[in-house]
């Protein structure tokens, strides 16, 4: 019986009706349970022979296969090394040569770049033992402890420590190259139980999505999360709101996505009724990966009646809060620690702040069952994340609102701004810029100045290019809405913002000309 999935293979082997369930559809592709738990199991045996015991790699492209091979892997016991297809060169050879994987796990045809071909292939094949086709079917008759056709048996494998690696994912710090963070088995059931607790999860769910798979959000929320609970995930392939729509208004009843994901649907909802019905019944909008700006916020729950929920985690610690499907959805809160995770803010000298006033900034430290265990032979950076008593330093700035919920304004590193004695967050600045009818994004850094400090700068691309709004009118708009220190100094106009594959921005990017 697995660790990760007694939601798919207990309930597939005593419910029936389980078995017959949709679990994955990618595109025209499906499995129910039922076929996903044969797959799953016939091919977990040749990637354990294969590996011999060794991390495996998965090229992890939005297709069936690489959620298949995912939980083969993990049914075998190995530690899964998702890679981003869209990696440069050094970048993979370092992941390739820093985790060392005995296995490569491709979808049949899929053309890999020359950075991965030394590595043994093993493409991944979905084997039911029940028929071939795209749709699900009934199932019936499958037994999953014993015969599943033809007289052959395939077994369950041994479980493994609850300690021992799922994952191993790899995030780029502020300095030098990614590391790899070990997720063990404990921790990924850990978050995705205490999500099910916050947000209702159950079995009648069918997530929709169109994140890579490469990343935390995608595929252990994304993926692993709906079969854990027994239910059915929808992956767009890419997305669109069109997909979005088609899908809700098909009978999916979540949705999750990246602040760039809800921008998109924001703007495109004055003309798209249809996707104004598909967001209003929903159960469930969730966004995450990056703060959700206020603006876009105010605009979906304008048009459609629907708040959309925002929850906290990093690669290092899984999820630590999240807004609960029965809470207050404030726009720019990350709502509560999830149960089983202690958060507290801490000064620059580790001193726990108290304050429950939403003013005071400190640092996110966490401990729970949710952290992992270290990064990848880095016994220093390991031992440099947490302190002496077992917290986790997350670098992340926030100020607790006095009903408890966390409101994230930015990391330490790039986010946090020292101008004139006081302690400014950047997020809070952003949202008042995109008040600004002229402002489509926005970013805030801090550069040096040698009267406060630090000043504030703005990075924005305006509504109409050929006429962007005079810095001394954004100055101003910011010092009416939050305070005057912290409107921004210098504006610079940008086409585009810098953002990331999962529509994060990347600030060390801007720098003054």
Same mark, same amino acid.
Do not use: C
């Given at each position: 019986?697995?660790? /990760?999935?007694?939601a798919?293979?207990?309930?597939?082997t005593?419910?029936s009706?389980?078995?017959?369930?949709p679990?994955l559809r990618?595109?025209?592709?499906?499995?129910? %349970?039922?076929?996903?738990?044969?797959?799953a199991?016939?091919?977990a045996?040749?990637?354990?022979?294969?590996a011999?015991?060794g991390?495996v790699?998965v090229?992890a492209?939005?297709?069936l296969?690489t959620?298949?091979?995912?939980v083969a892997?993990?049914?075998?016991?190995l530690?899964?090394?998702?890679?981003?297809?869209r990696?440069g060169k050094?970048?993979l050879?370092?992941?390739?040569a +820093?985790?060392?994987?005995r296995?490569?796990l491709?979808?049949?045809?899929e053309?890999?770049p020359?950075a =991965?071909?030394q /590595?043994?292939?093993?493409?991944?094949?979905?084997?039911?033992?029940?028929?071939?086709?795209?749709d699900?079917?009934? +199932? @019936?008759?499958?037994?999953l402890?014993? $015969?599943?056709?033809g007289g052959?048996?395939?077994?369950?494998?041994?479980?493994?420590?609850?300690?021992?690696?799922a994952f191993?994912?790899?995030?780029?710090?502020?300095?030098?190259?990614?590391?790899?963070? #070990?997720?063990?088995r404990?921790?990924?059931a850990?978050?995705?139980?205490?999500?099910?607790?916050?947000?209702?999860w159950?079995a +009648?769910?069918?997530?929709v999505?169109?994140?890579?798979l490469?990343? =935390? %959000?995608?595929?252990?929320?994304?993926?692993l999360? *709906?079969?854990?609970?027994?239910?059915a #995930?929808?992956?767009?392939?890419?997305f669109?709101t069109?997909?979005v729509?088609?899908e809700l208004?098909?009978?999916?009843t979540?949705?999750?996505? #990246?602040?760039?994901?809800y921008h998109?649907?924001?703007?495109?909802?004055?003309?798209?009724?249809?996707l104004?019905?598909?967001l209003?019944g929903?159960?469930?909008?969730?966004s995450?990966?990056?703060a959700?700006?206020v603006?876009? %916020?105010e605009?979906?729950?304008?048009?459609t009646?629907r708040?959309?929920?925002?929850?906290?985690?990093m690669?290092?610690?899984l999820m630590?809060?999240a807004?609960?499907? $029965?809470?207050?959805?404030?726009?720019?809160?990350?709502?509560? *620690?999830?149960?089983?995770?202690?958060?507290?803010?801490?000064?620059? $000298?580790?001193?726990?702040?108290?304050?429950?006033?939403?003013? !005071?900034?400190?640092?996110?430290?966490?401990?729970? *069952?949710?952290?992992?265990t270290?990064?990848?032979?880095?016994?220093?950076?390991?031992?440099?994340a947490f !302190?002496?008593?077992?917290w986790?330093?997350t670098?992340d700035m926030?100020?607790r609102?006095? +009903?408890?919920?966390?409101?994230?304004?930015?990391?330490?590193?790039?986010d946090l701004?020292?101008?004139g004695?006081?302690?400014?967050?950047a997020?809070?600045?952003e949202?008042a810029l995109l008040?600004?009818p002229g402002?489509?994004? @926005?970013?805030?850094t801090g550069?040096p100045d @040698?009267?406060?400090?630090?000043?504030?700068?703005?990075?924005?691309?305006?509504t109409?290019? @050929?006429?962007p709004?005079? &810095?001394e009118?954004l100055a101003?708009h910011v010092?009416?809405?939050?305070?005057?220190?912290?409107?921004?100094r210098v504006v610079?106009?940008?086409?585009? /913002?810098?953002r990331?594959?999962?529509g994060?921005?990347?600030k060390?990017?801007?720098?003054? &000309?």
């Open positions: 019986m697995s660790l /990760l999935f007694p798919l293979f207990q309930a597939a005593d419910d009706a389980t078995v017959r369930r679990a990618f595109g025209t592709h499906a499995l129910s %349970h039922g076929e996903l738990a044969v797959a199991r016939r091919f045996a040749r990637v354990r022979e294969a011999d015991g991390r790699a090229w492209t939005p297709v296969e959620a298949v091979g995912v892997a993990l049914e075998a016991g530690a899964v090394v998702p890679l981003n297809p990696s050094a970048e050879e370092h992941i390739l +820093d985790s060392a994987p296995l490569l491709a979808a049949p045809g053309e890999l020359r =991965v071909r /590595l043994r292939r093993l493409d991944v094949t979905i084997d039911t033992g029940i028929r071939t086709g795209t699900t079917g009934t +199932d @019936a008759g499958i037994d402890g014993g $015969d599943l056709g052959e048996t395939v077994p369950a494998l041994d479980e493994p420590n609850p300690e021992s690696p191993v994912v790899y995030t780029s710090g502020t300095t030098g190259p990614p590391k790899g963070a #070990v997720i063990p404990r921790a990924v850990a978050t995705l139980d205490a999500l099910a607790d916050a947000w209702q159950t +009648d769910d069918v997530l999505h169109g994140l890579p490469f990343h =935390v %959000h995608g595929l252990i929320l994304g993926v999360g *709906p079969l854990r609970r027994g239910g #995930v929808r992956h767009l392939g890419r669109s069109e997909g729509a088609r208004n098909s009978g999916a979540m949705l999750f996505g #990246v602040p760039t994901m998109r649907i924001a703007e495109a909802l004055p003309g798209d009724p249809e104004v019905r598909a209003a929903a159960r469930l909008l969730v995450g990966s990056a959700l700006p603006h876009d %916020h605009r979906i729950a304008a048009a009646g708040r959309v929920v925002e929850r906290y985690g690669t290092e610690t630590n809060t807004v609960r499907a $029965d809470g207050e959805a404030g726009p720019g809160t990350v709502g509560l *620690p999830l149960p089983g995770v202690e958060l507290r803010l801490v000064e620059e $000298d580790g001193t726990p702040i108290a304050a429950y006033d939403g003013e !005071t900034v400190g640092e996110i430290q966490v401990r729970g *069952p949710n952290l992992f270290g990064y990848l032979h880095r016994p220093d950076a390991t031992a440099g !302190t002496a008593d077992g986790f330093r670098g926030a100020v609102d006095p +009903d408890g919920y966390v409101r994230i304004v930015g990391r330490k590193a790039t701004i020292k101008s004695g006081y302690k400014i967050g997020g809070e600045i949202n008040e600004h402002v489509s994004e @926005a970013a805030v550069e @040698a009267d406060l400090g630090e000043r504030v700068v703005a990075w924005v691309v305006a109409d290019p @050929a006429s709004p005079a &810095p009118a101003a010092a009416e809405r939050l305070a005057p220190h912290k409107r921004p610079h106009y940008l086409d585009a /913002l810098p990331n594959d999962m994060k921005l990347l060390r990017a801007l720098r003054t &000309p």
